[in-house]
């Protein structure tokens, strides 16, 4: 085979031979009696030389006294000099002593077959892709819809277009048009309606004030977000979810949509379970306390109802037991707390028969009174949103449900539908949990030191930071903030060992001198948060964190009055030892 280049054309020659002879004989004659017939560029050792011509194979067979055989010699020059090979090889009629003959058989064209090869092979990968899809459709489809199939259909007096689902399925997904609504049909979604232009239509409202759930899933460029915020403002929107930045729904592939979908799809089915009692029995109690806990929640007060469940009094838990002494007809005694055992003697001396609480602490001989926690009666659910809790914690709403759905998986939370979301309790479990992750944080916040020290090894970037720093937008309020114009660029520092990585990410919650992001007309910038150091114990400077960056997590940046690298006499992986002062 030809070393360089790529092999374009296999000729195959056949010969008879009268005579015995061996393979090297017949390379001899095919060198010896083609050289120098057409000059260097059609001569076969030249073109061997330089790689054009590769090893020439002979297959030979014998019978007492003849040989025959084929010849096949692997070619990347053009056609014509192939045809010139074969020719001057056709012309050889001696080989040693014996009368020879060649006959020219073929020349494969190897980049065609190869083409066809790979088309072929195209086609197959393009029918497995399909069916993949396809089959992954399936499945989202028999998990969020149960064997519905979708087709395009049209929806309100603007014709909008809408998977056939949307009548039937209790939530909706908004789409801004109709590839995305193909698109997600495609991928298992039939209850899917596009908005179809940034207006939002009145037979929109009207559909989604219909629905459970209402999903908004839209571009990842800059006019999904403008439409979101336009949509949000006129219909509720339990969802916001985005294609991937820069990319439009209907680019998304069948797999993307479903990672993106499926957990809120999941989120909203599973949601839709009515809560289940332990005790069907205590159904009627259950609905009586469901009526007043959203007012008794985090009141510490308690409640009495007499029989009918009518208020008798309403009291501070700390003056509960001085109000019931003496009070009769108490049958309901319902209280954002603790029961503790002198709530519950004093609840038995009036007569109370249900007594609802929190929780009970260690209590013995409950002397016929009926005890229950508000979790034993489904009552103590927090209703939330997921987009709420995301911006709460700096995630996305996707992530956040993908928490929420991670936290019921280990038993952490408990969720239920409520109105139009959903809502959720920690359990036993979760709260131990939570008890533990408070000890350590406290703990370590006890100790938490007034300087992160950090070391790495100096490497350079792609000069970017240089240009960042000679921003006006940044300089002006450098020198207003940190008190100097820093030297233009950032000095980059890996951080080699996972200890230092893990103290870094500590700045993300610390706070910092703030240089606020801006706009400039055609593009924004992010916030810059800068604390004060050193580097190498004398030079001062400030590490930065920024809002945006292409730095993977193991790389931080530093900037000061002038440029560290002269001032310490520092190169590409020196290394750099930086002491922050926090707090
Ligand atoms: C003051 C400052 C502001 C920055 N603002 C942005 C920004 O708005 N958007 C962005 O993509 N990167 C921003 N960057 C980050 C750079 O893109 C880059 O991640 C890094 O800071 C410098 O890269 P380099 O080491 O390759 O030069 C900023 C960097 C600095 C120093
Ligand atoms: N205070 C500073 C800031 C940057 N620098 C260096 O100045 C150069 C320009 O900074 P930059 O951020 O544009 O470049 P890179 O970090 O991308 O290589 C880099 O070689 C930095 O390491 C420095 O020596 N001292």
């Known amino acids: 085979m030809p070393q360089s280049g790529i092999v374009k054309y296999h000729v195959k020659l056949s010969f008879e031979v009268d005579g015995l002879v061996e393979r090297t004989d017949m390379i001899g004659a095919i060198f010896g009696q083609t050289e120098g017939l057409f000059g260097p560029e059609n001569d076969l050792n030249e073109l061997q030389r330089v790689s054009k011509v590769g090893r020439i ?48 058989e073929t020349i494969d064209d190897i980049r065609a077959k190869k083409k066809d090869e790979i088309a072929k092979r195209a086609k197959e990968i393009k029918q497995q892709w399909k069916t993949r899809a396809v089959s992954e459709g399936d499945t989202v489809l028999k998990d969020v819809h149960e064997g519905r199939t979708g087709k395009i259909d049209s929806y309100g007096p603007s014709k909008l277009s809408c998977g056939s689902g949307i009548k039937t399925s209790d939530w909706i997904i908004l789409v801004e048009g109709r590839a995305d609504v ?48 336009e949509l949000k403002s006129m219909v509720p929107i339990d969802y916001e979810l985005r294609a991937d930045p820069g990319i439009e729904v209907e680019e998304l592939t069948p797999q993307r949509i479903s990672e993106i979908l499926e957990p809120v ?12 009692l332990k005790n069907k029995k205590d159904k009627p109690l259950a609905d009586a306390i469901g009526k007043i806990y959203p007012d008794l929640n985090e009141t510490l007060e308690a409640v009495a109802l007499d029989d009918k469940q009518a208020e008798i009094f309403r009291v501070p838990i700390s003056e509960l037991v001085n109000k019931m002494a003496g009070q009769s007809g108490i049958k309901y005694l319902i209280l954002d707390g603790i029961i503790t055992p002198r709530l519950l003697e004093s609840a038995k001396k009036t007569g109370v ?48 449900s993908k928490h929420l759905v991670d936290l019921e998986k280990y038993g952490f939370i408990q969720r239920i539908k409520s109105g139009r979301g959903i809502s959720v309790r920690i359990t036993p479990e979760g709260y131990s949990q939570l008890l533990k992750i408070s000890g350590t944080l406290q703990a370590s916040l006890a100790a938490s030191p007034s300087r992160i020290e950090l070391q790495g090894l100096l490497v350079s970037g792609m000069s970017e930071g240089a240009y960042y720093m000679s921003l006006k937008g940044y300089s002006r309020q450098f020198v207003k903030r940190i008190g100097y114009v820093p030297f233009p660029g950032t000095l980059n520092v890996r951080l080699e060992e996972r200890e230092f990585v893990e103290s870094s990410r500590q700045f993300d919650a ?39 960056t292409h730095h993977e997590p193991s790389i931080v940046e530093i900037i000061a009055r002038e440029s ?6 520092l190169k590409d992986g020196s290394e750099v030892a930086i002491s922050v002062q926090v707090g």
């Open 57 to 104: 194979e002979v297959i030979l067979s014998t019978t007492a006294s003849t040989t025959s055989g084929d010849i096949l010699i692997p070619m990347s020059t053009n056609i014509d000099t192939c045809s010139l090979i074969a020719a001057s090889i056709e012309s050889i009629d001696k080989v040693g002593p014996f009368n020879c003959k060649f006959k020219m």
């Open 510 to 548: 610390l706070d910092g001198i703030m240089i606020d992001g801006f706009h400039d007309g055609v593009r924004a910038y992010g916030w810059v948060k800068c604390f004060p150091g050193t580097v190498n114990g004398t030079i001062p400077c400030h590490l930065i964190r920024l809002e945006r």
């Open 265 to 276: 799809a999941k989120e909203i089915k599973e949601g839709s379970k009515p809560p289940s």
């Open 182 to 229: 193909i698109n997600l049909l495609r991928a298992g979604y039939d209850n899917t309606l596009a908005i179809e232009g940034a207006r939002i239509d009145e037979s929109i409202k009207e559909i989604c004030s219909a629905k459970a759930t209402v999903v908004a899933f839209l571009d990842g460029d800059r006019s999904g977000g403008f439409i979101l915020r």
């Open 564 to 569: 560290i690298r002269e001032a310490a006499g």
């Open 353 to 400: 028969e249900y007594l609802v609480g929190h929780r009970l602490s260690r209590l013995s001989n409950k002397g016929g009174i009926n005890l229950k926690t508000f979790a034993d009666l489904e009552h103590n659910f927090v209703p939330v949103t997921t987009s709420s809790l995301g911006r709460n914690v700096g995630r996305s709403q996707q992530s956040a």
